[in-house]
């Protein structure tokens, strides 16, 4: 039996209300009673094992802030670069996806991920190679968002997006000399937007590919943002604009 470790509250939580399959979680002895309940509930109604153990058992098991609570699941299933954009369909709204190129960060996946699940992003596509995968720690980072935002998995980021333009696709790039302003994309459009590397931005050949660069202006000293950050504004720009207020 193949599974993968989670770890935290919203993680193992999100795992219990979701579709995939979880096999057991271990809660500390010195859980409150609140979230023990909770938990239990949840657990029972997927007919999920609950196991109790020492705070220093779950700690010599567990990497990273577990908050007592750890749970074992079904690895998770990547998902086809269609079966993204028949999402869109199916919610009959224009295909809205971001791109990670070369991601090493954990922490900035998970965050990535939190954020499209809050603003209505359709998948997110990575790579298999020097790439973050979809690990505990970034199941953490997002707070049990993985369990809710579809991610293709892909050998060649390029061919991807060469994928993506046939299907009437516009791939916008960020790229921090680029001149235009990221207030201009044209959410009207059905649109991907790429991430680049943390340090060293957008691969060349994935740069050549995107149909428009912008930049996010900034007039402090630092010259880039957090690429979870970064992201986080492209993502709410696009939500702001095919959300105005008074349609929510």
């Known amino acids: 039996m193949s599974e993968e470790m989670i770890i935290g509250k919203n993680p193992v939580i999100e795992a219990l209300q979701s579709e995939r399959k979880v096999y057991k979680v271990i809660i500390s002895s010195q859980l409150n009673e609140r979230t023990e309940h909770e938990l239990t509930r949840m657990a029972k109604r997927k007919n999920v094992q609950i196991e109790k153990a020492s705070r220093s058992h779950l700690d010599s098991i567990a990497k990273g802030k577990h ?5 074992f699941v079904k690895p998770y299933e990547f998902v086809s670069i269609p079966h993204i954009l028949n999402r869109a369909k199916q919610k009959n709204e224009l295909p809205f996806m971001m791109i990670l190129d070369e991601l090493e960060d954990p922490h900035n996946l998970g965050a990535i991920l939190r954020t499209a699940e809050a603003t209505g992003v359709h998948g997110v596509i990575i790579s298999k190679h ?18 809710h935002v579809p991610v293709a998995r892909v050998t060649n980021i390029t061919r991807a997006i060469m ?13 921090g000399q ?11 459009l059905p649109i991907a937007i ?8 957008m691969t060349r050949l994935v740069k050549e590919q995107c149909d428009w660069l912008i930049h996010l202006p900034m007039q402090g000293q630092i010259s880039s943002l957090n690429a979870s950050v970064a992201g986080a504004l492209l993502m709410y720009e696009v939500f702001r604009k095919r959300n105005p207020i008074g349609d929510n």
């Open 67 to 71: 908050q007592g609570i750890i749970g």
């Open 130 to 147: 020097r790439s973050v995968g979809l690990t505990s720690t970034v199941a953490k980072a997002s707070a049990g968002a993985i369990e």
């Open 163 to 175: 994928q993506l333009k046939k299907e009437h696709i516009w791939i916008i790039g960020t790229d």
């Open 178 to 188: 680029a001149p235009k302003d990221y207030r201009v994309i044209d959410a009207t």
């Open 194 to 201: 790429v991430i680049g590397n943390e340090g060293k931005g």
